[in-house]
Structure formats: structure tokens, C-alpha cells
């Protein structure tokens, strides 16, 4: 069946610096994908869809400069934490959508910012 | 805004248990309701979904009935395998095309053999 990759599945990283974190849709076209995060003990929160060739339509309260989402071909998405800080230490796990509107979910990443 | 809550865990059980994880839900409109599961080192796996009030998903042994008077979407399995052991979202649409998904916090289920 479909399968989204996501890439790195862990990353650390100092604070002050950026990462990046990749969304790949393996056999499917995917027009739109979604970056969700995870706090410890609560729920998946959209942060972004990301569509194609546009730009992201952020949810209110994320910040466009420090989350920076690129979409630049339909089988990838990137999400770049830029000058993370340990309070950006999360779950972040992408979804892509494929023609026929089912979603397929990534295995997430986990960044750590120490 | 619409939210989904759903039971905390861990839910621990013994093999061949009745598993029930419960899921309530806040929104306009009549969205649709979904259940997720997530094996270890995995991505999201939808397990079931339903459309529209008194529709009951199933897949895999497990079942939930869309309960609109009680805005509700309970998860239940009458058997539950060491395999089954993940955590479950109970998750439902929000916004046009109903791909924007609101997620309850998860819950773990650990099955004992």
C-alpha cells in the first residue's frame, strides 16, 4: 500500500541552530500534506497544510518564520525548525493525501534541541 | 473549536479481554469520525471510520458506532491480541474536504499474554 516516509526519525541538534525534517510520499502523488506536532500527553495539532507549489496555510498561533514548510514536488515536503529552541523538542509526524483523498500518515521524528 | 477526548492510558489487559477506549467529541456540523492506530516505530494507520450518526466502522475485530446523542465514538474489541498492543487516536474532520483532522491525545493499550 501507499507509504510516507519521514526522515530523520530522531534528530538532536544544539540550540540556536536549524533542522530539517522530511516528508516523502514513496508511490503516490501527494498535492497536499500536513505537518502535525505531539506534546507529551496531548493531542496531534495541525500546524500547517502544505500544498504543492504554494505557499503553506498555517494554523493560528504557529509561527511562519520559525516553522518553515517547502513543498517543492509532489512526492516531498519539508518542515525546517530554524533556531530551535528546547521548547521546539517534540513529536513532529507528517500526513500526505493522495488523489483519491485518503491520507497516509509518516512514522514521525522526534527532535530533541538541547 | 471542535475537540476529540478520549480515555487516558495506559490501558493494560490481559490476552482474549473486552477492550472498550472511549471517545467523546465537540463539533459543528456532522463531521466525520475516525480511529487511528499507531504500532511501535510506525506511522498512523487509519483502523476504522465512520460518516454519518449510527454508522459503525470495523475493521480488524474492532468496532465503533457514531452515536450523535451522545456525541460519541467508543472503540471496542470482544478479544484483544498481544498484537493489538499500539496507541489508538480517535481523531474527526475539520474543514472543507474533511482532511483536516482533530486529534484526541492518544491512548496506549498494552495487552498481556
Known amino acids: 500500500g501507499a507509504v510516507v516516509s519521514q526522515h530523520p526519525s530522531r534528530v538532536i541538534c544544539k540550540s540556536g541552530t536549524s533542522v530539517k525534517i522530511e516528508c516523502r510520499s514513496l508511490?503516490?502523488?501527494?498535492?497536499?500534506m500536513f505537518w502535525y506536532r505531539q506534546f507529551p500527553k496531548k493531542s496531534l495539532m495541525l500546524m500547517a497544510t502544505?500544498?504543492?507549489?504554494?505557499?503553506?496555510?498555517?494554523e493560528q498561533g504557529v509561527e511562519k518564520d520559525k516553522f518553515l514548510i517547502n513543498h517543492a514536488s509532489l512526492t516531498l515536503s519539508t518542515l525546517t525548525v530554524t533556531s530551535a529552541h528546547p521548547e521546539d523538542s517534540s513529536f513532529y509526524i507528517c500526513?500526505?493525501?493522495?488523489?483519491?483523498?485518503?491520507?497516509?500518515f509518516g512514522e514521525g521524528s522526534w527532535l530533541t534541541v538541547v | 473549536g471542535n475537540s476529540v477526548t478520549q480515555m487516558e492510558g495506559p490501558v493494560t489487559l490481559s490476552e482474549e479481554a473486552f477492550l472498550t477506549i472511549n471517545c467523546t467529541y465537540t463539533?459543528?456540523?456532522?463531521?466525520?469520525l475516525f480511529w487511528y492506530v499507531q504500532y511501535p516505530g510506525e506511522g498512523l494507520q487509519l483502523l476504522l471510520k465512520?460518516?454519518?450518526?449510527?454508522d459503525k466502522g470495523s475493521n480488524k475485530g474492532f468496532e465503533a458506532t457514531y452515536r450523535k446523542e451522545t456525541t460519541s465514538f467508543h472503540l471496542e474489541k470482544g478479544s484483544v491480541q498481544v498484537s493489538d498492543s499500539a496507541v489508538y487516536f480517535c481523531?474527526?474532520?475539520?474543514?472543507?474536504?474533511?482532511?483536516?483532522?482533530?486529534f484526541g491525545a492518544g491512548t496506549i493499550l498494552r495487552v498481556k499474554s
Open positions: 463539533a459543528t456540523g456532522y463531521p466525520s
Open positions: 502544505s500544498n504543492e507549489g504554494s505557499k503553506a496555510t498555517y
Open positions: 500526513s500526505a493525501r493522495d488523489r483519491l483523498n485518503t491520507i497516509y
Open positions: 481523531a474527526l474532520s475539520d474543514g472543507p474536504g474533511g482532511n483536516k483532522l482533530v
Open positions: 465512520a460518516t454519518k450518526a449510527d
Open positions: 508511490d503516490f502523488q501527494a498535492t497536499t
